[in-house]
């Protein structure tokens, strides 16, 4: 079986021992496999992030809905079965058109998370935080308020936080006032719950956690993608029978500087199997 | 004449009333617009930022080079009889094509920055502060030792400065621990010459000058390459013979939530004359 054979129908020479992929804009999304690899440590997962064309925030919904489909094939040609779309940009705007090209379980960030704060909050009162280009769409006060209408959904851009974990500044002076900076309003409005929207922030938890306070909730819509794809998972019986660890496989179409430092970051251990794909080779899988 | 005319020879149709063009990754080169406009007030000037496909920084030296070839057409299309090009990473690696392929001015930001550098420093140790990007590739570093094999460069990223500087946090407490962080370094070595070696770090100019110390000049290449090119327009005699204020006009490729408000920070006054181009028309230019 050739990963190029466009005929091939998406879902086919899939089975249980099938390793799950996960794709993103960028290597955020490394925090979801954390996140994956917890819930469903026996999986084998393979990762694609677009660092070559990262940020997806600021390209047109058609443009992402390509790189989407292409992200998608890629990961298709590795024989995954099923797909988490980690980008909460793609999640947000490519989920329909995906999910009716190809005939496997694919679940993004948005719906996971949504669902969870709603589970979570008492009060209804739910903050969001991401990036500019997430918090400018509403895309997680459209999913919620379509769920239930009464609840009260207000979003914050923190656009220095992505920067911030990539430093790996998890604990800095800066980092605590910026936070200050940027959730004060949120405090003040008195949510209960409040949804990290960017792949990236899992990272910032301590430093959000204590300024926000100890009582809300946070919400890490990896958790909750994770958990969702083990109940679809689990519904079609393709969830492994495996007893050991998990094999996990990267993909990237750039290595930056700093790489493998940021990523073993964001994935919590040491990272290895890595391969370059070309762009050339991604839009024409 | 037509802008699509291919066999228009560069050059060709420009007197001294044509307008100087600037292009950028993104928005960043307004900051050299301002400092262009202070050193040749009469002059007109047409802006391109390729705010879609920002930054320039994560793609490939071939990707780089054709954006800028499409850039540089765009803007002849203009009538420019000058080039600017405000974005280091397109300065450090496609100024030689670019020179090469179009018969006008060219100037960029490392060259004339590394200049001033070496006019400036009396104990030739100079810093850098870039992206990580640019401070990985040692333009800076290559030009001035190029120039001066006995001065002693330190390049320093500073990546957090970009989207602090994008914020407009010009005098927060967190910009203050931040460039402390950043800066002690290169402190602690002595130097007496810091290179802005990023379009967007003039907006930090207060915060960084006084933590790196009020005696160590800043090198603004913005401030440089306006220099630089009053000299080649005069020798030329190209520049405007013209007594009123130029006119300017704006040309990006997307236009993100908040660019206005973050354009006129940068560009220190109300942008008026904004023109989204689409990249399709851009790669066909």
């Known amino acids: 079986m050739n990963s190029k054979d466009k005929k091939q129908p998406a879902g086919l020479g899939k089975d249980n021992q099938s390793p799950i992929g996960i794709f993103d804009s960028g290597i955020g ?26 940020p997806y925030g600021s390209k047109s919904n058609s443009t992402v809905v390509e790189y989407s489909v292409q992200n998608t094939k890629l990961l298709l040609s590795k024989y995954v079965k099923a797909i988490i779309v980690a980008c909460n940009t793609a999640s947000s705007i490519a989920i329909p058109t995906l999910k009716k ?18 589970q979570k909050t008492r009060n209804k009162k739910i903050g969001v935080i991401g990036t500019r280009a997430t918090t400018g769409n ?14 009260n959904v207000i979003e914050k851009p923190c656009p220095l936080f992505v920067p911030l974990a990539e430093e790996g500044w998890t604990d800095h002076n800066a980092t605590h006032e910026i936070a200050e900076e940027y959730l004060k309003e949120l405090r003040r409005d008195g949510i209960d719950t409040l949804v990290l929207g960017c ?43 495996s007893n050991t ?16 430092e940021v990523a073993e970051l964001f994935l919590g251990k040491e990272i290895e199997h890595v391969h370059k794909v070309d762009l050339e080779e991604l839009s024409l899988e």
Chains 1, 2 share one sequence.
């Not at 694919?106 to 704060?117: F, L, N, Q, T, V």
């Not at 509403?138 to 609840?151: F, P, Q, V």
Request: net charge negative; no cysteine.
């Open 138 to 151: 509403l895309a997680y006060s459209s999913e919620i308020k379509r769920i239930d209408d009464t609840a």
């Open 101 to 118: 090209e190809f005939n496997i379980p694919i679940i993004g960030m948005i719906e996971p998370g949504a669902k969870m704060a709603l």
């Open 29 to 54: 999304g490394l925090t979801v496999v954390k996140r994956l690899a917890a819930t469903l440590p026996n999986e084998n997962i393979v990762y694609f992030g677009d660092t070559a064309r990262v």
């Open 199 to 241: 792949t990236h922030y899992p990272i910032l938890t301590n430093v959000i956690q204590k300024i926000i306070g100890k009582n809300v909730n946070l919400i890490d819509s990896g958790v909750a993608s994770a958990e969702l794809i083990k109940e679809e998972l689990q519904k079609l019986d393709l969830l492994t029978n």
């Open 245 to 260: 660890t998990g094999l996990q496989e990267f993909y990237v179409s750039d290595i930056q500087v700093k790489f493998k």
